[in-house]
């Protein structure tokens, strides 16, 4: 990867219009002063005080907050969420994120995902402490899946859209948006249209098809049947990912933490590695981050292993952002390239 060709990929990313279809969390960070904790006069328990609240988009909204600190031209977010408090607060920061929120099917029925996060303030920092998470537990009704699958057909088939990005976060099967029905006639569209598109998921990466998937190294040997709970070296790395490339009928991008990006397709792997750490890192975030600039660069033109190189630079840049899940920007690649 030179200079120029990254500069070059860079500038046509305002050109591109990106979908992200999938489970948006609230991240909900209730920041804690333990010196001005209370005893309950009803329950003799110790009430702790919350001084400061932040709220943020989160797991899809993550994937979406990279894609805008990349400077992508235009974005739209498809989900579902509940008609509350929680929910307004996710519309607003998508929407401050420069994202469409017309496509957010908004209802009494579901609960928005929120993950509350009571964070412990000390005079040099902020600890996470037992997090409490909303999720819903019940199956999608089949009106919320047609709302999900009518709306990217018109982002895809009407308007155009580039690429599509599915972020499937919830483990328990059939209670996010991305349920079987979802994944199988989105794999229809995939295969159909012109547009990419991208999947990552938590548990169920060996389920999807005709579109580009990106699982860690773990991830990617258990889609393909290996059991054990230990990451395999790259050489098995190597077979797992060009295995479930020919399976899936499109490339697939392996995340291998300091090892880097594996890049597969039907034809054979690319290895390219990461890049130095340079001082402390926090790594939240990073597989998203990956995920954007990967989806991004492949949807400018980029061949496998530019892109590689590019989900590499965004995941360098926002691991050495400490205590936030950081994003980058085509300023920071640009200026981080040299350094590799």
Known sequence: MTLDRLKEIL???????????GDF??????????????ISLETGLEAHQVVDIRC???AAGTVMGNLSSLGIGRLEAVGVM???????ELRTGLARLGSGVDHLTVTRDRRTPTYIKPMERSEATEVEKERIDIKNRDPLPAELEDAALEAVR?????????AVMLADQVQEAECGVI???????????AAASGARFFADSRVRIDLFRNMVVKPNRLEAAHAMGHSGDDAPDLASTRRFGQALAERNGRPVFITMADEGILACDATGTVHVPALPVRGPIDIVGAGDSASAGVASALSAGASLEEAAWIGNLCASVTIHKLGTTGTASPRELIDLLPLR
Do not use: M, Q
């Not at 909900?28 to 209370?38: M, Q, S």
């Not at 509940?82 to 307004?88: A, K, L, W």
């Not at 349920?179 to 569209?189: D, K, P, Q, W, Y």
């Open 154 to 162: 018109h982002l895809v088939l009407d308007e155009r859209f580039d």
């Open 25 to 38: 969390f609230l991240d909900k960070y209730l920041v804690i002063d333990p010196n001005l904790a209370e």
């Open 56 to 58: 943020s988009p989160g």
């Open 82 to 88: 509940g008609d509350d408090g929680e929910g307004y």
């Open 11 to 21: 500038g046509r990313l305002p050109e591109l219009k990106i979908v992200v279809v």
């Open 179 to 189: 349920t079987t029905r979802v994944r199988t006639e989105l794999a229809a569209l």
